[in-house]
């Protein structure tokens, strides 16, 4: 139940009614050519202390960062101030490829994980800025197609993840796939892959978990336009999210159809073809169903009549049909 409080505080506060904001940057880094591995391992472990749970304390004092005179990828790292733990990604000339290591005040190197990438490509890799708070301890690093995820309090890395998405993609050349952007808010994963589009992971559970889109939809221009619903508290309270790439300014940004979170239905299955029109039912705290219906082509909510906020669901198909 405290993970579920926390994210209440944190999806109903913070997030998703400032969600139409630009999310934060990347520290990015130049990763060596990387090459398969010989013994067809994706995680490679090696430990120097045993693992407990959880693995590390809170301080009552704020720890102060140690310096331990080795040159991480770009500074490719986070500390952890209330648990005394920095976490770096640094090179693995050995193994040729990147490896994760978790280091305490003194610098003594606790957990070393080599990531191994089942493609072979000279590509950044990268660790999350956390945004806007460290509370979930969590650790995000994104490779070429595949991401981990570290968690501080438990000590444990989850095997590669791959992006899920609802409908089937074509990729056309050797950078399609690729993880453009990966943002850590609090319990998800957002992100968004080259020629793919949107995808979420839930982080709740500690073990990432996809979460599929309830609809998307095709453009002209071949990118696929995704609509999430994402639970926001423990009484099921839900968020409507658009994740979306601007390419010319290089940005994701996150669009919020909602000013707060809502008891969310959708008035349909999700269906594995593109959807322009979602429709979605609205309660509140014992308030009267009202109609919603999504523009998936335009990316926002379509402006319904007032008549038709709270009649019935044919009747809301049959003006959609109108209009086409």
């Known amino acids: 139940m405290q993970y579920f409080e926390k994210r209440t505080t944190v999806l109903i506060k913070y997030i ?3 969600w139409s904001m ?4 990347w520290i990015g880094c130049d990763a060596p050519q990387a090459e398969s591995p010989s013994n067809g391992k994706e995680v490679q472990s090696v430990t ?3 693992v407990g749970s ?8 704020t720890l102060i960062r140690p310096w331990c005179g080795d040159s991480t990828l770009r500074r490719n790292e986070l500390w952890f101030a209330d648990v005394g733990v920095l976490v770096q990604l640094v090179n693995a000339p050995q193994e040729q490829h990147v490896a994760l290591i978790v280091r305490d005040t003194a610098c ?4 070393r994980w080599v990531l191994y990438q089942d493609r072979a490509t000279d590509f950044s890799c990268f660790l999350a800025d956390i945004s806007y708070n460290q509370s979930s301890k969590l650790v995000a690093v994104r490779g070429f197609d595949q991401l981990w995820c570290y968690d501080v309090m438990r000590d444990t890395l989850c095997p590669p993840q791959r992006p899920e998405f609802l409908l089937p993609r074509e990729l056309s050349d050797a950078h399609a796939g690729r993880i453009l ?6 319990y998800y994963l957002l992100g968004w892959a080259e020629e793919e589009g949107a995808f ?4 709740l559970q500690g073990m990432p978990r996809a979460v599929l889109p309830v609809a998307e939809y ?10 999430f619903l994402l639970e926001a508290d423990s009484k099921g309270r839900q968020q409507a999210i658009i994740p979306w790439y601007d390419y010319e300014a290089s940005a994701f940004r996150v669009q919020a159809l909602f000013e707060r979170p809502l008891f969310l239905e959708l008035a349909a299955a999700p269906v594995a073809h593109p959807v322009r029109y979602v429709l979605l039912t609205s309660t509140d705290e014992g308030d009267d169903r009202l109609w919603h219906v999504v523009d998936l082509q335009k990316g926002d909510m379509l402006v319904l009549p007032p008549h038709l906020v709270s009649a019935s669901g044919e009747a809301v198909r049959r003006w959609l049909d109108q209009r086409e």
Do not use: C, K, Q, Y
């Open 22 to 25: 630009s999310m934060l940057g």
């Open 54 to 61: 959880p693995a590390f304390a809170l301080s009552a004092r």
């Open 200 to 203: 979420a992971f839930d982080l």
């Open 218 to 227: 095709v453009l002209p221009n071949e990118m696929v336009r995704s609509l």
């Open 16 to 18: 998703f009614p400032l």
């Open 48 to 50: 120097t202390d045993p």
């Open 108 to 111: 003594h190197i606790r957990r």
């Open 181 to 186: 952007r990966l943002e850590l808010w609090e």
